[in-house]
């Protein structure tokens, strides 16, 4: 048992953040913790050596565990794990899994995690303590083979480490992985400290803040805006791999129905704050023009008075709207921060039918509901939505498809096209139909959003489509870009006058050579082409 939980801990410590994308050179790295640990026990007094391997074990444990959370949060968010902030991502972890594979496999996936966890802390320190102990036996009996190993290994160590040998490209021999991670992430906490004043002068510089309604967006007054988030909307749907050629056809067949219908379109890229999750950093950062990359900017910011784009339409006089149709719960923010008029959900909008794995219902039911509830009352003032399109979540299976509209209804008639679905598992086989799924299921979005467009004859329609973020690895490769696409749809040639600055591309599906914006400046891009500039900027602008 000690050998077999060495050489786990000692793999997971060497491993490096994304271990599938690098070569297995370092499975054969020289670590310098052994060395350092019968160091230890040779300089220690008798009676320190004991409680000495416990702390010893205790902390290699705890970093073991910190290592496979750097490893998990690269390879779903490309970025390693924050131990400051990121264990509020538990409970999101807990009903994401749930939303996807059901409450049973959920549930044995939590179980899974706590094993894991209580192994850590508790088998990792009594193996390295009872190493101690065996170590500290023999060092009173004089026996003399570990100070000569300890010699030997020391003077490979240090020799390798000078010279630099390496066992891979950029893989060195010599490694001083724990060290390295203890540094990596007490320099990330401290840049975390500092962060917390620069975001915060950042959420309060705001040049728009105190510009009247009348004086914003005027560029839209009387035009129903809808922005809506497509997720995992990624470059990689559009960037030419085998399995997404679909959705590249989609897309241009999408642009032409609606040139055909009057509507001009126009597309770019945003370099998006998150990968793989967490779409609601995403969402926060169109909205209020600040860059929110972790839980804690965004815990932030929610609870300031930052201007958003939905608080901005409203104090200009539009109604605010916010459809999610994942959420189950309530949302405080939808009222407190971005000042929605009205707040949709799965348990407000009627809907009857079956789940569509992550989604609780499809995307153009989502958008029947949100037409027949906004779009087709009498008198009624312009409205300004966030709508999020959920059907494009992972795992991808099982997935819709569109229906005529007339026979929407209440839902229920999903049940058949559930029954006839691909399932999770079937899809699950090999990452080769995951991709295939995945590109199914954007096309399947982008096809509800253009006919739902087509049906609702509204010349004053303007539409901004966007991703949220990349799809995860098993879909967007190893090394994958942030970037999603955006795309402005317009009946009025006035709005698409107004953007011709921005140098987007025509059509839906941006070039390689297409604008590139971080997706903070959105906000900003939006008020000044829309509506008179703020005292400063106007001057800057001049």
Not at 424 to 437: C, E, I, L, N, Q
Not at 511 to 530: K, S
Request: hydrophobic fraction near 45%; charged fraction near 20%.
């Amino acid at each position: 048992m000690a050998v077999l939980s060495g050489l786990v801990v000692w793999v997971v410590l060497e491993a490096p953040d994304d271990p599938l994308s690098q070569p297995l050179g370092w499975l054969v790295r020289l670590p310098v913790e052994p060395i350092l640990f019968v160091a230890l026990m040779a300089v220690l007094p008798r009676r320190w050596r004991r409680p000495a391997g416990l702390v010893a074990g205790g902390l290699l444990g705890l970093l073991t565990l910190v290592k496979l959370l750097d490893v998990g949060f690269t390879s779903a968010l490309r970025r390693p794990f924050d131990p400051l902030t990121d264990w509020t991502y538990l409970r999101s972890a807990r009903d994401l899994l749930s939303d996807s594979t059901g409450p049973g496999w959920a549930a044995a996936a939590l179980v899974g995690a706590a094993v894991l966890v209580v192994a850590l802390l508790v088998v990792v320190p009594l193996t390295v303590g009872q190493l101690a102990r065996r170590l500290d036996r023999r060092l009173d009996r004089g026996q003399r083979g570990w100070t000569r190993a300890l010699v030997v290994l020391s003077t490979v160590w240090v020799a390798t480490a000078v010279t630099n040998v390496q066992v891979a490209p950029g893989v060195s021999l010599a490694s001083t992985s724990s060290v390295d991670l203890v540094a990596d992430h007490v320099a990330q906490a401290r840049a975390s400290v500092r962060d917390r004043a620069a975001f915060a002068h950042a959420v309060a510089t705001d040049s728009f803040a105190t510009v009247p309604g009348s004086d914003l967006l005027s560029g839209l007054r009387g035009k129903d805006v809808l922005v809506v988030f497509v997720e995992s909307y990624g470059e990689v749907a559009i960037d030419g791999q085998a399995e997404f050629t679909g959705v590249s056809s989609t897309l241009d067949r999408a642009a032409s129905q609606l040139a055909a219908d009057g509507y001009q379109s126009s597309s770019a890229w945003l370099d998006s704050p998150t990968f793989g999750g967490t779409s609601w950093l995403a969402h926060s950062t169109l909205q209020s023009g600040v860059w929110v990359n972790s839980q804690r900017r965004y815990d932030e910011l929610v609870a300031t008075d930052r201007l958003t784009l939905s608080a901005a339409f409203r104090r200009a006089g539009w109604h605010t709207v916010s459809d999610v149709p994942s959420d189950r719960q309530d949302w405080p923010e939808a009222r407190s921060f971005y000042h929605y008029d009205q707040v949709y959900d799965a348990r407000n909008v009627g809907y009857a039918g079956p789940r569509f794995g992550y989604a609780t219902m499809p995307d153009q039911y989502t958008l029947k509901a949100f037409a027949d509830r906004e779009l087709t009352r009498g008198e009624r003032r312009p409205v300004m939505a966030e709508i999020d399109l959920v059907t494009s979540h992972g795992p991808w299976a099982p997935l819709p498809r569109l229906v005529d509209w007339a026979a929407v209804g209440d839902g229920s008639g999903y049940g058949h096209i559930l029954a006839q679905a691909r399932t999770r598992a079937a899809v699950w086989r090999d990452p080769a139909s995951v991709r295939a799924a995945y590109g199914q299921s954007i096309s399947y979005s982008i096809d509800s959003l253009v006919s739902f467009v087509q049906a609702a004859h509204d010349d004053n329609l303007v539409l901004v489509l966007l991703g949220d973020h990349q799809p995860a690895t098993i879909v967007s490769g190893p090394q994958p870009s942030h970037r999603v696409p955006i795309t402005l749809v317009a009946h009025d040639p006035a709005v698409t006058q107004r953007v011709g600055g921005w140098d987007w591309q025509e059509g839906m599906r941006p070039g390689p050579d297409a604008p590139v914006w971080p997706m903070n400046e959105f906000r900003d891009r939006v008020l000044t082409t829309f509506g008179p500039l703020p005292t400063t900027l106007a001057g800057a602008a001049r």
